[in-house]
C-alpha cells in the first residue's frame, strides 16, 4: 500500500485499473481505527484493487480537489474516474462491497 505525497503521484497512481483512496489524517480517531480494516482490504484484494492512502494535512490540494471535508473518506477510481465515495467509518464488509461491485 502506497502512501501519496504530492498531487502527481496521486494523479499517476489513480489513472489505471481500480483504486481506492483512504482519505485521512495522523490525529484522526476514526481514521486511526480504519487503518487495520483499510490494510487487511490491501492484501485480501491485491491484484484486484490498488489501495493508496492520503495525508490531508500533507496534501490539502488533493484534499480540497476532491471536496473531503470529513475523514476518514474513501473514494473508489476506475482508470481515473470518482466511482463512489465513503464517508467516515465503515465496517470491513461493507467496504468490500462497495469496492466489488466495480470489479
Same mark, same amino acid.
Given at each position: ?12 497512481? &489513480?489513472?489505471?485499473? @481500480?483504486?481506492? &483512496?483512504?482519505?485521512?489524517a495522523t490525529w484522526c480517531g476514526p481514521c486511526k481505527m480504519l487503518a ?9 484484494? $491485491?491484484?484486484?484493487? +490498488?489501495?493508496? =492512502?492520503? $495525508? ?13 471535508? +470529513?475523514?476518514? +473518506? ?7 474516474? =470518482?466511482?463512489? +465515495?465513503?464517508?467516515?467509518? @465503515?465496517? =470491513? ?9 466495480? @470489479?
Amino acid at each position: 500500500m502506497a502512501k501519496i505525497v504530492n498531487s502527481e503521484e496521486f494523479r499517476s497512481n &489513480v489513472n489505471e485499473g @481500480l483504486v481506492v &483512496v483512504d482519505f485521512f489524517a495522523t490525529w484522526c480517531g476514526p481514521c486511526k481505527m480504519l487503518a487495520p480494516v483499510f490494510e487487511e482490504l490491501s492484501s485480501e484484494m $491485491d491484484g484486484n484493487a +490498488t489501495f493508496l =492512502k492520503v $495525508d490531508v494535512d500533507q496534501c490539502g490540494d488533493i484534499a480540497r480537489e476532491y471536496s473531503i471535508s +470529513t475523514i476518514p +473518506t474513501m473514494i473508489i477510481f476506475k482508470n481515473g474516474e =470518482k466511482q463512489e +465515495t465513503m464517508v467516515g467509518f @465503515l465496517p =470491513k464488509e461493507s467496504i468490500k462491497s462497495n469496492i466489488e461491485k466495480y @470489479l
